[in-house]
């Protein structure tokens, strides 16, 4: 079973940025970010191939980057523009299983997550 660590949640106000790192414990070939608020369903965040092609939810498009470093172990998602919507915890996740990147049911491996708070 992978393991993935993640780090880089904090709390900050609005108009600030954070960025979330996550290391699989070995190669992955898709690895995608969510969130999950409470009460509230997880959500695609933003997604990310081999290749580097790259996905995003419609509400965080032009204000989250999702990245991969050179040698492809760490995947970086840059969050500008925080707004107290964005409050939730953030997953990683990957071992895709094929289907839709940016949904959870695409994924048998998550983190443990990480917060993010904004305040207003």
């Known amino acids: 079973q992978v393991q993935l660590v993640e780090s880089g949640g904090g709390s900050v106000q609005a108009g600030g940025a954070l960025r979330l790192s996550c290391t699989p414990s070995?190669?992955?070939?898709?690895v995608g970010w969510f969130r999950q608020a409470p009460g509230q369903e997880r959500e695609g965040v933003a997604a990310?191939?081999?290749?580097?092609?790259?996905r995003y939810g419609e509400s965080v498009k032009g204000r989250f980057t999702i990245s991969r470093d050179n040698a492809q172990t760490t995947v970086y998602l840059q969050m500008n523009s925080l707004q107290p919507e964005d409050t939730a915890m953030y997953y990683c996740?990957?071992?895709?299983?094929?289907?839709?990147?940016?949904?959870?049911?695409?994924?048998?491996?998550w983190g443990q997550g990480t917060q993010v708070t904004v305040s207003s």
């Open positions: 996740a990957t071992d895709w299983r094929g289907g839709t990147w940016l949904s959870p049911r695409s994924y048998n491996a």
């Open positions: 070995r190669y992955a070939v898709v």
């Open positions: 990310i191939s081999s290749d580097r092609s790259t």
